[in-house]
């Protein structure tokens, strides 16, 4: 079954710093989110991005973070200047879209991201 | 966005049927009941969703309420891989690219 997959599996940055967390959706999804999740906390959504464009994103996401799809594959998130509070599993995700609603989304296991 | 109400835990043993309850009583009629788990160290895994009627699957059934004000998913024979954290999650029913909206969820707990 296909999967999504994300790189790496842990990423330990100082402060300050840029990071780019890495994602492969599913090939055949058209639609992609960013959700991260602090250590005992709730899942938050992020950022979704579909057509190469944003669609939706959340009032964490701030001029700190972007999303890129460079290539047919590829869907990443950058943080420019890492916080302390960016420390937090940070979940990719994809769903196939084509016109019906309510498509599920597939994640991958996440990127566990320290800052220090 | 529609909340949804879960109990915080729940605990269940090998091979018995597990409902799983959540209550949305302010649900719109265009909203769709999603379900997805969480396994220990891993991303959230979709279980099963619907807007009315009752919905089967490999993994699970969802038993939805007359008047949608509430749905309980149904594990039928729990095994100890299915401890996780359950969410119970409202979407919009449109096209075009949804957020989910993650609350506390249910952490059910399979005794051997």
């Known amino acids: ?116 | 966005d529609a909340k949804t109400t879960q109990p915080n835990s729940m605990e269940s043993n090998e091979e018995e049927p597990v409902h799983l309850p959540c209550n949305h009583s302010t649900i719109s009629g265009t909203d769709y009941i999603h379900w997805y788990r969480q396994l220990p160290s891993q991303g959230p895994e979709y279980v099963i969703h619907g807007l009315t009627s009752n919905v089967n699957n490999r993994m699970a059934s969802l038993a939805i309420a007359e008047d949608r004000k509430s749905s309980t998913l149904i594990l039928h024979r729990a095994t100890l891989r299915d401890a996780a954290v359950y969410y119970c999650i409202l979407s919009p029913g449109i096209q075009g690219a949804q957020k989910l909206v993650f609350g506390q969820g249910t952490r059910l707990t399979i005794n051997p």
């Open chain 1, 1 to 116: 079954e296909p999967e999504v997959t994300q790189t790496p599996s842990h990423q330990v940055t100082q402060m300050g710093q840029e990071v780019i967390l890495r994602c492969v959706p599913i090939s055949n999804h058209l639609y992609f989110y960013w959700y991260r999740q602090i250590l005992g906390q709730k899942v938050e959504f992020l950022v979704s991005f579909y057509n190469n464009e944003i669609s939706e994103k959340s009032e964490i996401f701030d001029d700190q973070f972007s999303v890129e799809r460079p290539d047919g594959s590829n869907f990443t998130l950058k943080i420019r200047s890492t916080k302390l509070e960016d420390s937090a599993m940070y979940f990719c995700a994809s769903s196939r879209g084509q016109g019906i609603p309510n498509q599920p989304q597939h994640f991958g296991d996440g990127t566990r991201l320290s800052i220090l």
